[in-house]
């Protein structure tokens, strides 16, 4: 079964750093494009990051664009989130996912969602 298991997240002071790590299987992974969604309390999920299956493409929200960086490592079937100059408004459980095969400006499916990791940026 498609699974994704997410870790890294914690606290962290504003302006301050984290790498959310996801590890994938079940699937073919370097044949699938990869993204990293967050839903902050009382919100709902956004997409923040997506990669191309081969890593070469990235696109991110513009909420999180100059800060955030997406990478992926197919060998290990890994998906990385490295996040800068955090603010508490990215505080949010942060979620990995595959996109739809071939769509790479798609939505993630609803069926394999993770546990997600917790990120709280704070003072």
């Known amino acids: 079964q498609v699974q994704f298991v997410e870790s890294g997240g914690g606290w962290v002071q504003p302006g301050g750093s984290l790498r959310l790590s996801c590890a994938a299987s079940?699937?073919?992974?370097?044949?699938?494009?990869m993204t990293w969604y967050r839903q902050a309390p009382g919100k709902e999920r956004e997409l923040v990051a997506r990669?191309?299956?081969?890593?070469?493409?990235?696109n991110y929200a513009d909420s999180v664009k100059g800060r955030f960086t997406i990478s992926r490592d197919n060998a290990k079937k890994m998906v990385l989130l490295q996040m800068n100059s955090l603010k508490p408004e990215d505080t949010a459980v942060y979620y990995c996912?595959?996109?739809?095969?071939?769509?790479?400006?798609?939505?993630?499916?609803?069926?394999?969602w993770g546990q997600g990791t917790q990120v709280t940026v704070s003072s």
């Open positions: 996912n595959r996109l739809p095969f071939g769509d790479y400006w798609g939505q993630a499916l609803g069926d394999y």
């Open positions: 079940g699937f073919t992974f370097s044949t699938y494009a």
């Open positions: 990669i191309s299956n081969g890593g070469v493409r990235t």
